[in-house]
């Protein structure tokens, strides 16, 4: 069973960094595609970054393109965001997901929510100004 648990959010004001951290378990987690999307209030969950299995591919949503990077630890089935440069337009809460279905390296540019099947709970980032 696949299950995801998200952790780092926290309130930072602008300019600050953070970084997200998701545990997964399940089994074949080197083979999964993994992404991290968010949701402000009012607004439908983005797609930001996304990752291959083996971590060499990734994609960023042009809003956080240089300010934000993906990275996956396969070894201890770890998902991570490291976000610089913070905005007030970067609160959100945000998720972890996962892509378990096959040639999943395939729908990555999308950074869509089409093929992610698994989602953690969620966790809340909080920018001031």
């Known amino acids: 069973q696949v299950q995801l648990v998200e952790s780092g959010g926290r309130s930072v004001q602008a300019g600050g960094s953070l970084r997200l951290s998701c545990a997964a378990s399940?089994?074949?987690?080197?083979?999964?595609?993994m992404g991290w999307f968010r949701q402000a209030p009012g607004e439908e969950r983005a797609g930001i970054a996304t990752?291959?299995?083996?971590?060499?591919?990734?994609y960023y949503a042009d809003s956080v393109k240089g300010r934000f990077t993906v990275s996956r630890d396969n070894a201890n089935k770890a998902l991570y965001l490291q976000m610089n440069s913070l905005k007030p337009e970067d609160t959100a809460t945000y998720y972890c997901?996962?892509?378990?279905?096959?040639?999943?390296?395939?729908?990555?540019?999308?950074?869509?929510?089409?093929?992610?099947?698994?989602w953690g709970q969620g966790t809340q980032v909080t920018v001031s100004s």
């Open positions: 990752i291959s299995s083996g971590g060499d591919v990734t």
């Open positions: 399940g089994e074949n987690y080197n083979k999964w595609c």
């Open positions: 997901v996962a892509d378990t279905g096959s040639r999943c390296d395939l729908r990555l540019s999308r950074l869509s929510t089409s093929g992610y099947s698994y």
